[in-house]
């Protein structure tokens, strides 16, 4: 049954896989721009008199639906700080039917919240799973024996035998201590790993997301840009939508097509 049941899950698994489709970015360069290849993925560079900005997908493609990720470099061309706020960035989608759809920008302290009731939700399951788990060890050694016991009756008619079954109920303590000892060491094993996973995911968001930051003369400085995904009209079109990026008084617009992946 087992051995089925394997068969079963690599049968599927690549049907689950052919339903996920995926979809890359170009960017339309305008005068001040230019279109090129950064490590294998597109990118695009805007030039303006006093800050350049880098944009680049963080992934040559993104799953339809979800929320595209850039990388955005930054850099200061003047002798003066200039300041930088995620706040002053906007993405605007422009709909099949002419209308302007705002995709809000998440800031990294939302994307922190978000993981941590990510992980409050982990942090459940695991719990159920550690209850159930120590559950079905403490009922370990315990157990019910059946055996049949023949005996012999004899009457002024004759003798005749008789089969009864008696059953009894037993306590391994040596094998019920064995079975907590190995729940308890792999409930201790999966809380740590789950406490291990959300740990690197927020030093992975403080490393990676990018934040307000001034920008002292010279300087680059950049990082992960996360909005909301845009919008489909349930066709294969591509979707154009626009970053703003805000560098001191300086405004960068980005140009953006995302279409899916031709097979």
């Not at 997908?57 to 200061?76: K, L, W």
């Not at 409930?187 to 997301?209: D, F, K």
């Not at 001034?214 to 979707?239: M, N, V």
Request: aromatic fraction near 6%; proline fraction near 4%; include cysteine.
């Amino acid at each position: 049954m087992k051995t089925k049941n394997l068969i079963a899950v690599f049968a599927i698994a690549p049907l689950l896989l052919a339903c996920v489709s995926t979809e890359t970015v170009r960017f339309q360069a305008k005068s001040n721009q230019q279109a090129l290849i950064r490590d294998g993925r597109q990118a695009i560079v805007s030039n303006r008199k006093n800050s350049i900005v880098l944009v680049s997908p963080a992934s040559r493609e993104f799953q339809s639906g979800a929320r595209p990720v850039f990388v955005v470099g930054i850099n200061n061309l003047t002798k003066n700080p200039l300041e930088f706020a995620v706040s002053n960035i906007s993405v605007h989608q422009k709909a099949a039917d002419g209308r302007v759809l705002a995709l809000p920008v998440k800031t990294y302290e939302s994307l922190v919240a978000e993981e941590r009731n990510k992980q409050v939700a982990r942090a459940i399951l695991v719990g159920l799973a550690a209850g159930a788990n120590a559950a079905a060890a403490s009922q370990a050694g315990y157990g019910t024996a059946r055996a049949n016991v023949y005996s012999t009756t004899h009457t002024p008619y004759g003798s005749y035998n008789r089969v009864s079954t008696v059953t009894s109920s037993y306590f391994d303590p040596t094998a019920n201590a064995i079975a907590q000892a190995n729940a308890s060491a792999q409930n201790e094993a999966m809380i740590a790993s789950t406490i291990e996973q959300g740990r690197q995911n927020l030093s992975s968001l403080e490393q990676a997301v990018i934040k307000d930051n001034t920008l002292l003369p010279g300087e680059w400085y950049g990082g992960q840009l996360h909005f909301e995904p845009p919008q489909s009209d349930g066709s294969d079109a591509p979707k154009t939508y626009r970053i703003n990026i805000v560098v001191g008084s300086e405004v960068h617009e980005v140009e953006v097509v995302q279409e899916a992946v031709k097979s």
